[in-house]
């Protein structure tokens, strides 16, 4: 057990801080162009899809150094190391894992050149937490398929340019995992509608897309007819160490700690209040328990055992975490904590209020707490299913 | 960074774990603790042989010179059987004397304690939930070359078992540590939820000790020794949780009630889940603490309060719902799982509850 990191580990981060030193200025002294020519630079340094074979045009980074990738950009509050959040987190993996050599050339250096955002669409409005049970059609006509049915709580549907669709070729199958099948599909594509849904903080983020006769070609089917759902789980597995997260958390932690000595309740000061002063700690320990797990699988990770399905643990911390963080923060500043921003009293220009609003978007996406709760059970505690 | 044990370690737990299975089943630990002496003079010697009396004890002076990441091995891995062998207790007299003794009083000390020759123990506050110089109130008094010690220590650890016990007073310096043999002073059994666990007051009215019996302590030392309890405690909590989750899980995976497991009821095995998240959660916490204490001592304090004030609470819950999940079997006296139930009580504020280490937290952290 050593916590140090090596030499190479440590002079990877002084590059990485040092970059950040000279290419991220203060927001207000920000280019209006800034974000453009961030995205170029940090994919000539090789940092976008750190980790991807260089074949695909990624760098082959370590995963100690990926980590360290992510801890300093989060840490200096960076832009994203590209535009499309899942076109680099699985839609990029999944096309590596299972694509055609035409797909790899056509998709990756888009995703990696920020030119293109995906978005995903595996939800359908009688199927969310059964996934596998989707009923979105596929059928296979000659050379392409056509597609109808509808897709909800897409996020980022409103903006993206191609979407990774989940569908079912086979409708008589005694198992509902098979007879799935992935496609790569544009949105600009006829037959495709898509209807912005807004959510409770007033955010349109998510969608819902109709399909009607929308013809997809067989070559844009990602792996093969009826392995979609191999294809999803292989995808969802992609999501790595949660550090970039545990950087995260913990500037909210700082920024409500400065609330807490900036906040006085029945006239006395919010930190001298034992509630306040030990619910805090408890946000303290949840993220620091996040970053030694994070950092024990990664350790199994690189000594190639298996993991199960550990990030559970993790997603089931932050899901507590987004959701009660915001929430204490309001109930610390009362009525003013109710302000939204832009408003007179507002509490720092109303991002808690925001955020109490805003969780569903973490907690909620990529499986509820108990959707969550039943994968620790069943797959690694060895329960029977439901 | 490796976040991960090494081959030797995990040897180490194999070896602990064999030693649990085959000499210290569940039988031998229930008649160990219920028996007057609450000590196995045969089993302390097979576990000195082992080697685990001595682990972190320098290898001049008759240790095996490895460092408290080694020794929560042990530590965990007995607690997977509620070992009732004083090994925390004695990783701890010897952490003090590592401490605060000179050179000659370690040489004069230490040997003894790596062959299991010597049991020894340390009691450091006088009051219940107090954790501070101040709740220290026994005292020693010059008296000639020597001390004349005065009070009584309450609920020091293994105080039966111990030949000699290191116990916290105000010298005429300041804080100090006296050295008593056990035929100096009276031990009466404090008995408690948990029998495993054997606690004790001292009485050392009157008891005269030598100049060199007496070791000088700083406050900060105290507190060094008082997170190394903390390591140690949580080290065990992460084994006996371990082992009642794995009790109750296996459980529910048998049970049939309604024509089915009850493990597949999501009532159930959320709950399993829940205590899965928590033990995995305090694990990850107090591995890093264990590393701190040899590795980056400043970081101590807050990776104790860390895992102590997480796993405080949560191998309480693990406890209850362990029993509870098993139903009506679950508090039989025959049956194991209620003996971690009370493991988890005694556990609780032993070195710090969850309030004392979040409060403690929020004040290292800025509040």
């Known amino acids: ?386 | 960074m490796n976040f991960g044990f090494t081959e030797e370690q995990n040897l180490l737990k194999d070896q602990v774990q064999r030693f649990m299975k085959e000499a210290c089943p569940m039988s031998r630990v229930r008649d160990i603790s219920n028996s007057d002496s609450t000590f196995d003079q045969a089993l302390w010697q097979q576990a000195a042989e082992l080697g685990w009396l001595g682990l972190t004890i320098p290898e001049n002076f008759g240790g095996l010179g490895l460092k408290w990441i080694d020794l929560i091995v042990v530590l965990e891995a007995a607690a997977e059987g509620l070992c009732p062998l004083p090994i925390a207790s004695q990783a701890l007299a010897s952490t003090a004397i590592l401490t605060c003794a000179s050179e000659a009083q370690k040489a004069s000390w230490l040997p003894a304690m790596a062959s299991g020759e010597a049991v020894v123990t340390l009691g450091l506050y006088d009051e219940a939930h107090w954790i501070n110089p101040a709740a220290v109130a026994a005292s020693a008094k010059a008296n000639g070359e020597g001390f004349v010690l005065q009070g009584k220590k309450p609920f020091v650890n293994d105080a039966l078992a111990a030949d000699s016990l290191l116990l916290a007073v105000q010298g005429p310096d300041g804080l100090a540590l006296a050295a008593v043999g056990k035929d100096q002073v009276t031990v009466t059994a404090q008995p408690t939820i948990d029998s495993t666990k054997p606690m004790a007051s001292v009485d050392i009215d009157g008891v005269e000790i030598s100049g060199s019996d007496l070791l000088p302590m700083s406050e900060e030392q105290l507190a060094f020794l008082t997170d190394c309890g903390g390591v140690a405690t949580t080290a065990e909590m992460v084994g006996a949780g371990a082992a009642i989750l794995a009790m109750t899980n296996g459980y529910a995976k048998e049970r049939i009630q309604f024509g089915k497991p009850i493990g597949q009821y999501q009532g159930v095995k959320h709950r399993l889940a829940d205590m899965f998240v928590d033990l995995e959660s305090y694990r990850s916490l107090c591995y890093f603490a264990a590393w701190t204490v040899d590795d980056s001592p400043e970081e101590l304090a807050k990776a104790v309060s860390m895992a102590k004030g997480y796993a405080s609470d949560a191998f309480a819950q693990i406890g209850i719902d362990g029993v509870g999940l098993h139903g009506a079997i679950g508090f039989t006296a025959d049956y194991d799982a209620q003996l971690y139930l009370k493991r988890s009580k005694w556990a609780r504020p032993m070195y710090g509850d969850s309030d004392y280490h979040l409060d403690r937290i929020a004040t290292l952290g800025g509040l």
């Open chain 1, 1 to 386: 057990m050593d916590f140090d990191y090596t030499p190479d580990e440590q002079s990877f981060r002084q590059e990485v801080r040092s970059f950040i030193a000279e290419n991220l200025p203060p927001k207000e002294q920000r280019e209006k162009n800034f974000l453009g020519t961030w995205l170029e630079k940090v994919r000539a340094k090789g940092w976008v899809g750190f980790a991807w074979p260089k074949e695909f045009g990624g760098s082959d980074g370590g995963l100690i150094e990926q980590a360290i990738l992510k801890e300093e950009m989060s840490l200096a509050k960076a832009p994203p190391l590209g535009t499309s959040m899942m076109g680099l987190a699985w839609v990029g993996p999944g096309i590596m894992e299972y694509g055609t050599e035409e797909q790899k050339k056509k998709f990756i250096p888009d995703i990696l050149d920020s030119k293109v955002t995906w978005c995903t669409g595996y939800s359908e409005p009688n199927h969310g937490s059964d996934l596998a049970a989707i009923q979105c059609k596929a059928e296979l006509q000659g050379d392409h398929y056509l597609v109808n049915g509808q897709k909800i709580w897409t996020t980022g549907a409103p903006w993206s340019q191609w979407i990774i669709l989940l569908t079912r070729t086979d409708f008589n199958v005694t198992s509902k995992h098979d007879g799935i099948t992935c496609f790569l599909v544009p949105m600009d594509a006829p037959g495709v509608e898509v209807r912005p849904i807004q959510n409770m903080a007033g955010d349109k983020h998510f969608a819902e897309i109709f399909f009607t006769d929308v013809q997809v070609p067989v070559e844009n089917r990602l792996g093969a007819e009826g392995e979609g759902w191999k294809v999803t789980v292989s995808a969802l597995a992609n999501e790595r160490s949660s550090i970039g997260e545990v950087t995260q958390l913990q500037a909210k932690l700082d920024d409500l700690k400065t609330l807490v000595k900036n906040t006085k309740r029945q006239g006395k000061p919010a930190s001298e209040d034992p509630k306040v002063r030990r619910t805090v700690a408890k946000f303290e320990i949840k993220i620091s328990a996040m970053k030694y797990n994070g950092l024990r699988y990664l350790t199994k990770q690189i000594k190639g055992e298996p993991l199960t399905s550990e990030t559970s643990v993790n997603k089931l911390h932050r899901a507590s975490l987004e959701i009660e963080m915001d929430d204490f923060a309001i109930e610390l500043s009362g009525q003013a904590g109710l302000q939204l921003r832009g408003g007179e009293e507002a509490v720092d220009n109303g991002s808690w209020s925001k955020g109490a609003l805003n969780w569903p978007n973490v907690v909620i996406g990529g499986g509820t707490p108990n959707i969550q709760r039943n994968i620790i059970a069943e797959r690694i505690l060895g329960q029977p299913k439901d």
